[in-house]
């Protein structure tokens, strides 16, 4: 029977041995009190601390390993998202774009009907900005 000792810089236990009797236990391979006769520890309230001790490690690591499924889940929506952003920001480009060449056919289309009639009729529809006011 090997006897396990604290670690010194510390007075702890070595993690791997922590774990291992804390996972023997909870398979239900031994009692605290034989868990401690078999790996030579002090009483079963230290194998009880392993197993308390492992529990929150294993609970640490499940919200960090669920905090990092989230995130990439995020990714994947903003990624998504963000395709779908795109598209939907190049369509209403080209409806922009649409939307001004009609507006620009719709001006010529004033500017040659005016011009039209100031031929034909022989009057001065649009203004000149250099125009002076009427003297009255």
Do not use: C
């Amino acid at each position: 029977m090997q006897i396990h000792k604290r670690i010194k810089d510390h007075g702890r236990y070595d993690r791997s041995l922590k774990r291992q009797v804390a996972r023997r236990y909870l398979a239900g391979e031994f009692s605290y009190r034989v868990a401690a006769e078999e790996y030579g520890l002090r009483d079963g309230s230290v194998v009880k601390q392993f197993v308390r001790w492992y529990k929150k490690e294993a609970a640490y690591l499940d919200a960090v390993e669920e905090t990092n499924k989230r995130t990439e889940e995020e990714k994947d929506d903003l990624v998504e998202s963000s395709s779908g952003s795109l598209a939907e920001l190049h369509r209403r480009l080209e409806q922009a774009e649409r939307e001004r060449d009609e507006a620009r056919l719709a001006a010529e289309g004033w500017r040659t009907m005016i011009d039209i009639a100031e031929q034909t009729f022989s009057i001065e529809i649009v203004k000149k900005s250099a125009a002076k006011p009427s003297a009255k």
